[in-house]
């Protein structure tokens, strides 16, 4: 995962409307945003940004690009990950939420065999806080430190952020996998990038009901990451089959046990891993601050 | 959206796959000029389960005996559901009952194949009895021989299972569905299939890029008839029968907040989400009136006491949601003719964070509403307050 400061960065469903206003949010955090795809704007600049009609002619004007990320219509989001795919882009966020769950199987079967990183649908991207912004974070709330954050949701993920920059704990990265039954990239590969990221120390994964990737993660925390991690999880409180446009929470698993997917299976999967758990998000300042001083600010 | 069984029928019919004779019955007198002949089966047009334990399914021989039965199931409810059309189809006397169906999985993120030869049953309650195939790459036809041959089929079942399973993915790719299921598959002694109970369930994401789907959702819509249409205002769930409003912008956030007023002692009655107010797709309402439409109906519940407003990193600041908060409060005490809909108005509690904050506090301050910026304390306070006695 390529996320310094020089990485360049291409903005797909470019408009007047919001993603303009979000990409130059970027850029102003430092982000190096080199153009926009609209297939009507071609030709004209926005926000100083210039915009293409194809991927293809951005990239022969500014050269190789390592990020796209893709606003706009969820409809048009596959053929826009497409066509990154086919102009050699391996790192795709996308931040639109509707993405019909049968066009992520589609996006996914070529994804693998490119070996093209996912992030989302309908997720915030990316922060490094103090250096690149990689969609739409809410930056001002962020703190550069050692903490990393991986989440299903957007403003929950804030919340997180603000707790722990309120204790004087700054984050190394902020990144929301989405909260759509079907996502890209995964707490997996997640808890594997910010175990091998230098600049990170502890790990907070926030998960909530649906689907079994918290289950998996938890059993992937206790054989293979080495840095300490807390576990969150919303929606304990929540009946069962209430998602309040998370479709995520309502994720089939088929065959893997009726349990599965809900919070209290999700709780249980941690504590076996032996993963301390923080009740409510006030709780994990002091959990990373403990872990910290437990594993000497390193490895354990 | 859940599809109900005359349907799924239909576009079953479409595919190719056997379906019996029958015919739609909008009321008992549909059955003078019934086409199908006798014996036929009656079936209540319900989405929820169970319907033939609960009296939904009725044979019947004759016209007038039909007709006696029609008048009792349109009047049967099923878990509270009562059927706006029946199904009449021709009686079927099958050998043996298979099950089958195609899935969206979100462990393999991908189509998951489903059958058991012992079909009709509760599948929930046999998981091992079924069997499963992932469907890794493109789909073609060998990925439904593979489920044939797991579920112990045998000779020319292989094929004409296979032929049928390689239908219903084809539909549930067509018309984007979460879930397509035969069950029961009758199979004759001869060997003749027919889908003799059917559900279909399509992905409510992409409704709208099915002209003919997005129809059938407006009619459902209509007939709900309700006040604020689905997607106008965010999401809002009935969560339990308590005192408390939430409303919050994320999913996330908003079951974090209900976790923890219910962990302090107090129950919510609803929960809003008005959307996280970053994305700028495709709500039809900009982030503040979505805001002051959401206080406005959660007032409008007369449970509810106290409402939380918790509100983290949206493009709005927390000047500018002050300021829609406080109008409406503003409006509230200038018209209280409004509050003849009910005794008083829930108390506010507002939660925000971000760069404003000293401003959204002396807003919210000049109409007597306190901004808590410790989101622990703001659930302390709704819970304090969620334990006043109401105004009588």
């Known amino acids: ?300 | 959206m859940d599809l109900l069984e005359y349907q799924a029928k239909e576009w079953f019919r479409e595919m190719g796959i056997p379906v019996l004779p029958s015919q739609r019955i909008d009321r008992p007198s549909d059955l003078k000029g019934l086409k199908i002949p006798y014996p036929v089966v009656l079936k209540s047009q319900v989405r929820t389960g169970g319907r033939g334990r609960a009296g939904g399914v009725k044979f019947v021989e004759n016209t007038i005996d039909a007709i006696a039965a029609a008048q009792t199931i349109f009047h049967l409810s099923i878990l509270g559901e009562l059927p706006e059309v029946l199904l009449a189809e021709t009686k079927y006397d099958a050998d043996r009952e298979f099950y089958l169906a195609v899935v969206l999985d979100a462990a393999a993120r991908r189509p998951l194949l489903l059958g058991s030869f012992q079909g009709g049953i509760d599948v929930e309650s046999a998981p091992e009895l079924l069997q499963q195939v992932v469907v890794e790459q493109e789909f073609s036809p060998f990925y439904a021989r593979r489920l044939s041959l797991k579920m112990g089929l045998q000779g020319t079942l292989i094929q004409s299972v296979s032929s049928i399973v390689e239908k219903m993915y084809q539909l549930f790719v067509q018309k984007d569905l979460d879930l397509v299921e035969i069950n029961p598959l009758g199979v004759s002694s001869s060997g003749k299939l027919m889908a003799l109970d059917g559900k279909v369930t399509v992905n409510d994401r992409a409704i709208a890029r099915h002209p003919d789907i997005a129809l059938m959702a407006e009619k459902k819509a209509s007939r709900a008839n309700s006040r604020y249409p689905a997607g106008m205002l965010g999401t809002w769930e009935e969560v339990a029968a308590g005192n408390v409003g939430i409303l919050g912008n994320g999913a996330g956030l908003v079951m974090t907040t209900l976790d923890l007023v219910t962990d302090a002692g107090s129950k919510a009655a609803t929960c809003l989400n008005l959307g996280h107010g970053r994305n700028l797709n495709p709500l039809p309402l900009a982030f503040g009136d979505r805001l002051k439409q959401g206080l406005e109906f959660l007032s409008q519940n007369k449970s509810i006491q106290v409402v939380l407003i918790n509100i983290v990193g949206s493009i709005f600041t927390p000047g500018e949601i002050a300021e829609v908060i406080a109008n409406f409060v503003q409006h509230q005490e200038e018209h209280p003719s409004v509050s003849k809909m009910r005794h008083a108005y829930p108390r506010l509690v507002v939660r925000l964070a971000g760069t404003d904050l000293e401003l959204a506090k002396e807003r919210l301050a000049a109409v007597q509403v306190l901004l808590v910026e410790n989101l622990d304390e703001a659930v302390e306070q709704t819970v304090r307050l969620a334990k006043v006695p109401a105004k009588r």
């Not at chain 1, 993920?157 to 039954?181: F, H, K, N, P, R």
């Not at chain 1, 289950?215 to 925390?221: D, K, Q, T, V």
């Not at chain 1, 080495?226 to 576990?231: E, L, M, R, S």
């Open chain 1, 1 to 300: 995962m390529k996320l310094t400061p020089e990485s360049k960065v291409l903005i797909q469903g470019f408009d007047e409307l919001g993603s303009s206003t979000h990409a130059a949010l970027m850029k102003a955090y430092g982000t190096n945003v080199v153009a926009g795809i609209n297939p009507g704007l071609g030709g004209h600049t926005l926000n100083d940004i210039p915009v293409f009609a194809l991927v293809e002619q951005a990239l022969a004007v500014v050269g190789a690009v390592d990020t796209t990320i893709i606003f706009g219509s969820p409809y048009q989001a596959l053929d826009a990950a497409l066509e990154a795919i086919a102009a050699d882009i391996r790192q795709i966020i996308i931040i639109c939420a509707g993405m019909p769950p049968l066009d992520m199987v589609n996006l996914l079967r070529k994804a693998e065999t490119t070996e093209t990183l996912i992030v989302g649908p309908n997720s915030p991207g990316i922060i490094v806080p103090g250096k690149i912004l990689l969609g739409t974070h809410a930056s001002e709330i962020y703190t550069p430190g050692t903490v990393g954050i991986v989440s299903r949701s957007s403003t929950l993920t804030y919340e997180i952020a603000l707790q722990l920059t309120q204790a004087g704990l700054g984050q190394s990265i902020g990144v929301s996998i989405g909260s759509d039954i079907i996502t890209g990239s995964s707490f997996l590969q997640w808890l594997q990038i910010l175990d091998e990221d230098e600049t990170t120390q502890a790990i907070v994964l926030v998960g909530e009901p649906g689907g079994n990737s918290e289950e998996a993660a938890a059993r992937y925390i206790a054989e293979a990451i080495d840095k300490p991690v807390i576990a969150y999880i919303a929606g304990r409180q929540a009946p069962v089959g209430k998602h309040w446009g998370h479709t995520g929470t309502l994720a089939a698993v088929v065959g893997r046990g009726a349990n599965v997917g809900t919070a209290q299976s999700k709780l249980a999967a941690f504590k076996e891993a032996k993963v301390p758990i923080a009740e409510r998000p006030s709780q994990i300042p002091e959990l990373v601050k403990k872990a910290l001083k437990k594993g000497g600010g390193g490895k354990e």
